[in-house]
């Protein structure tokens, strides 16, 4: 191992040569000696010594402190000091210049050993410590993610280029700023405030992550969505001493989220259009071809019993009206999706509204279903002759309610309609309960979706509109529906609406 060379600077001449004949013997190289600041800086900028024994009291206008300062501006060497005595202000100069020991006058030979192989190892030190600052400034310089880091008060301390670009703040003017003021914070989709990430490391003292949908504000006032975790800065001993944020811009996958979520839902709006064409043009083709049948035989004349023409007739009817309520539900539909759907309230007695319901639909099912034969059994709890209520989306609601009863249940058995009015809490309930086949655990969920139909109902015919229709009139009303259903047991389906009153209640 190469002898350490030392650059010795004393104005003393028989001192500097007894501390040179000591460094020999104790087996280091002595560069030169110096007695003047002057001459020190030169021979030092010549010799680029491994460390310099520098005597504090200088004679001459420049002292060892003031050498020392030029000495490492310009070449990075360990300085140990020489003094006998010195007041506090000499010694806070000679703080600043970072010297690697002192060796206090008198000294011996093993003090002077001492002092040397000190510097040296501090410096050594000092010089592995800035080497890895600098790896780590250059690494983090060289992210592509952006870096702050902040002190334990939140005053910023450095940022990365990457930070620096997405913030809009140079480091030079972001240093000491309060983090708060560069790396402002938004909900992506509100524009509330968030809370900053660094108040919460420091108050919670572990990492955090950012919400979803989390935005930048730049200096410019361009909001950037972000991913962010923030860190805290620890001492071994657990104190926290800063907070560390690390983030990225998410604009390209954000933009990539939304042609995704575009694409999606153009796949399932032209799904629904595909649907609502094949289940339309089904759903007329039935009809239609039953009126054209019935008109060819009806134009044929001769043959044709009275009873014979009444049932045609009947059928024509019958598949008009079936033409109508589709179109009606197909209009309805078109509304909702456009948010087109009117809710109109007016005045309503729901007592008098269900029994004239009910009255008509028996007269109307009587009518035109002969093989199926249904009781509708009404009953109402509480009186509210003053609701406000939309009588035709109220109509559509439970007249496809009670059609669905029908429907899917046996002749012959009875469906309940209940109307539950509790003023109390403000609400009116309706139920409509069957005992028909029921509706599997797994087809609930999807009842309410346009074009869904339960797996079990075989032959039935259907269009899968009429509960997508009926959810969204109770929400039109601010309602609320609900089912419950067991195969093979029935189905009760329950619809709550805020009780709205006339204003003279």
């Known amino acids: 191992m190469a002898a350490?060379?030392?650059?010795?600077?004393?104005?003393?001449?028989?001192?500097?040569?007894i501390i040179a004949i000591q460094l020999k013997q104790l087996g280091y190289t002595v560069l030169d000696t110096a007695s003047s600041g002057l001459a020190a800086?030169?021979?030092?900028?010549?010799?680029?010594?491994?460390?310099?024994?520098?005597?504090?009291?200088?004679?001459?206008?420049m002292d060892g402190v003031t050498a020392a300062s030029h000495i490492r501006n310009q070449i990075n060497v360990p300085i140990v000091y020489l003094t006998a005595y010195s007041d506090d202000n000499?010694?806070?100069?000679?703080?600043?210049?970072?010297p690697c020991g002192y060796i206090t006058k008198p000294f011996t030979a093993n003090d002077l050993r001492v002092g040397v192989e000190i510097g040296m190892f501090k410096h050594q030190v000092a010089q592995e410590l800035q080497d890895n600052r600098d790896q780590l400034a250059t690494l983090l310089r060289s992210m592509s993610d952006a870096v702050i880091a902040t002190d334990d008060q939140g005053a910023i301390t450095f940022m990365n280029p990457a930070a620096e670009t997405l913030t809009g703040w140079p480091q030079a003017e972001a240093l000491g700023r309060a983090s708060a003021d560069v790396f402002q914070l938004i909900h992506e989709v509100t524009g509330v405030p968030v809370v900053n990430p660094v108040l919460r490391v420091l108050q919670e003292q572990q990492v955090v992550y950012l919400d979803h949908f989390t935005a930048l504000v730049s200096r410019e006032g361009i909001h950037i969505p972000i991913g962010d975790t923030a860190s805290p800065l620890k001492r071994p001993s657990g104190e926290v001493i800063g907070v560390v944020i690390v983030f990225w811009d998410l604009s390209d996958r954000r933009q990539t989220e939304v042609l995704a979520e575009a694409l999606e839902q153009e796949k399932e709006l032209n799904y629904l259009k595909s649907q609502f064409v094949s289940t339309v043009s089904h759903e007329f083709r039935n009809p239609l071809a039953i009126i054209r049948t019935a008109t060819e035989l009806l134009e044929q004349r001769q043959g044709i019993s009275d009873a014979k023409k009444s049932s045609y007739l009947q059928r024509i009817k019958t598949s008009v009206r079936t033409m109508n309520q589709l179109m009606e539900d197909v209009l309805l539909m078109g509304q909702a999706d456009a948010s087109r759907l009117v809710c109109t309230l007016a005045p309503l007695d729901l007592k008098d509204f269900c029994r004239s319901l009910v009255e008509e639909y028996l007269i109307i099912e009587e009518k035109h279903i002969e093989e199926k034969h249904h009781k509708i059994i009404f009953s109402c709890q509480g009186e509210c002759p003053d609701a406000w209520m939309d009588e035709k989306l109220?109509?559509?609601?439970?007249?496809?309610?009670?059609?669905?009863?029908?429907?899917y249940t046996q002749a012959n058995t009875a469906i309940q309609l209940r109307l539950i009015i509790d003023r109390a809490k403000q609400v009116a309930t309706f139920q409509v309960q069957d005992q028909g086949i029921g509706i599997p655990d797994a087809d609930q969920q999807r009842l309410f979706d346009s074009f869904f139909r339960a797996t079990n109902v075989g032959s039935v015919q259907g269009t899968g509109l009429g509960l997508a229709i009926v959810k969204r009139c109770v929400d039109a009303h601010s309602g609320h529906i609900s089912l419950t259903s067991q195969v093979g047991v029935g189905?009760?389906?329950?619809?709550?609406?805020?009780?709205?009153l006339s204003s003279s209640d």
Do not use: C, H, W
């Open 4 to 17: 350490i060379r030392v650059l010795v600077v004393e104005d003393e001449v028989i001192v500097a040569k």
């Open 491 to 500: 189905t009760t389906v329950i619809v709550t609406f805020p009780l709205s």
């Open 90 to 98: 000499t010694l806070q100069r000679a703080k600043l210049t970072q």
């Open 41 to 61: 800086i030169a021979k030092a900028l010549e010799t680029k010594p491994d460390l310099v024994l520098m005597d504090i009291v200088l004679k001459g206008e």
């Open 394 to 407: 109220l109509r559509y609601i439970l007249t496809n309610l009670l059609s669905n009863a029908i429907k």
